[in-house]
């Protein structure tokens, strides 16, 4: 499959904004679609992740209640929604997806995904 991120910008905190990734290809049913992120001088972290059949969702206790990840089967995109944003939310957004990715202890790592994103950076200024 192809992604492709967009949405970032600079906001405020406290702001809000939403993130969204552009799906193409082939038929993403057994698909877990994900977004991590980056900050400046950071590794890569897992945000939130979806698993396209049945929208069964989990996320990253740093972002849990506060974002909200999504998709719309019919556009083919996937979303992530973020509030309350914070500094420390700051960095390159990326989404990702992997066909048939078992929910175990390692499906939170970058190194289980094989199709990426450009990413799309959030600025959370204070």
């Known amino acids: 499959v192809q992604l492709q991120a967009s949405g970032g910008g600079f906001v405020q905190v406290g702001d809000s904004l939403r993130l969204s990734c552009a799906v193409s290809?082939?038929?993403?049913?057994?698909?877990?679609m994900t977004w991590f992120r980056q900050a400046p001088g950071k590794t890569r972290e897992f945000v939130a992740a979806?698993?396209?059949?049945?929208?069964?969702?989990h996320y990253a206790d740093s972002v849990r209640g506060l974002f909200a990840i999504s998709r719309d089967n019919a556009k083919n995109t996937l979303y992530l929604q973020l509030n309350s944003l914070k500094p420390e939310d700051t960095g390159v957004y990326y989404c990702?997806?992997?066909?048939?990715?078992?929910?175990?202890?390692?499906?939170?790592?970058?190194?289980?995904?094989?199709?990426w994103g450009q990413g799309t950076l959030v600025t959370v200024s204070s």
């Open positions: 990702a997806a992997a066909e048939l990715l078992e929910w175990g202890p390692n499906f939170r790592s970058p190194s289980e995904y094989d199709s």
């Open positions: 290809g082939r038929s993403f049913g057994s698909y877990t």
């Open positions: 979806i698993k396209w059949s049945n929208g069964l969702k």
